[in-house]
């Protein structure tokens, strides 16, 4: 009986061994498809975010804010140990469905199996314990095999993930001085279209098809990505992406047909990575419970173009039916990440602020 009870807890330990190594591949080796990820990864977010957004939402603002930019890499440490602690358990079953084979002549106990388990994984000494069988040799081996392979599996993580946050947010950041702090589609046509026209407001989209194809990349790749927030609470890289989503669709209903090509390709990625990252986490679209863009704010943000000597062919009706059909491609999309990922969406109209970012450490 004692022997089948050995081989059930051995094969169970290396099915436990499997997971957690196929758990650590797919997590960073794999580029993971839309609605796909390791199984610990999506557990972990699923039970532990909602709880967490939860108790953000009954704090100050800023400190809900720091709150909610702490979950992303304390999921990420979590993620970490619950994949080594799983290993360690798998191997320390493997020993003894062994025999414990780890002393001679002296009796071992599944707590010194854990302990010969955990110091062989992570390369510290495992002090009078020595494997004594070809078996409990070839389970070190392998164990501390594992060990350095998720080492430096991680040392190569963590400065890709890095570097993709970095990327992102110098993008971000950008943003500031054209569409203001938040940012807003209609301060940012403005501003584009003061002096060059729709040429300058298409062309400056156009650069963000480049953001918004990496940016749909690095997030499905690394969906902790969305979990880390930007430096200002003001900004955010869904703010940012929704912000671009508005002003092409509004450049697209209002500019002569044929001059705004470079905003219909941006509309077209950016869209696409809306409805792709909604999917992957998951979330069901829904429309925004308020209109973010009613006729009467249209006719002023029209008004506001026309002042600047922007040429709109189209009549406000027109141009109003176009940006609802528009809308109704990626708002619902954006709403629901906003909702999930507990990120403010941004307006499409605001007054000139002396409040953005880059204006808020003039020393006087």
């Known amino acids: 009986m004692d022997g089948v009870v050995r081989i059930v807890v051995g094969v169970l330990g290396a099915l436990v061994v499997v997971l957690m190594l196929l758990e650590i591949f797919l997590a960073f080796l794999v580029p993971q498809r839309v609605r796909r990820g390791p199984r610990i990864v999506r557990t972990v977010r699923e039970f532990g975010w909602k709880p967490w957004r939860r108790l953000a939402r009954t704090l100050p603002d800023r400190a809900a804010d720091t709150m909610l930019g702490l979950y992303g890499p304390l999921s990420l440490v979590l993620n970490l140990a619950l994949w080594m602690l799983g290993l360690v358990v798998g191997y320390a079953a493997l020993q003894w469905a062994g025999g414990s084979r780890l002393a001679v002549d002296a009796h071992v106990s599944f707590g010194h199996d854990l302990y010969f388990s955990a110091a062989t994984l992570v390369s510290s000494g495992t002090g009078s314990l020595t494997a004594q069988t070809g078996f409990a040799r070839a389970v070190q081996v392998i164990d501390a095999g594992s060990g350095l392979l998720t080492l430096a599996i991680v040392i190569g993580y963590l400065p890709a993930l890095f570097q993709a946050y970095s990327r992102r947010e110098a993008t971000v950041s950008q943003l500031d001085a054209r569409a203001g702090s ?183």
């Open 182 to 364: 938040p940012p807003t589609a209609g301060r940012l046509v403005i501003r584009a279209t003061h002096r060059g026209g729709w040429p300058a407001i298409n062309e400056y989209l156009g650069d963000w098809e480049t953001w918004t194809g990496e940016l749909m990349e690095s997030h499905l790749s690394y969906p902790i990505l969305a979990s880390y927030r930007s430096q200002h609470v003001n900004q955010s890289w869904l703010a940012a992406l929704c912000t671009v989503l508005d002003s092409c669709a509004l450049t697209l209903a209002t500019a002569p047909v044929g001059t705004v090509d470079a905003a219909r390709f941006t509309f077209a990625i950016a869209r696409h990575a809306v409805a792709d990252l909604s999917y992957s986490f998951r979330t069901v679209p829904t429309p925004p419970a308020e209109d973010r863009l009613p006729m009467a704010s249209l006719e002023h943000l029209i008004d506001d173009l026309r002042a600047v000597g922007v040429e709109i062919e189209q009549d406000i009706p027109t141009v109003y039916t176009r940006l609802v059909r528009m809308r109704l491609l990626y708002e619902p999309y954006v709403n629901a990440l906003a909702h999930e990922l507990a990120l403010p969406l941004p307006a499409w109209t605001a007054p000139e602020s002396p409040t953005d970012n880059w204006r808020t450490t003039e020393w006087h």
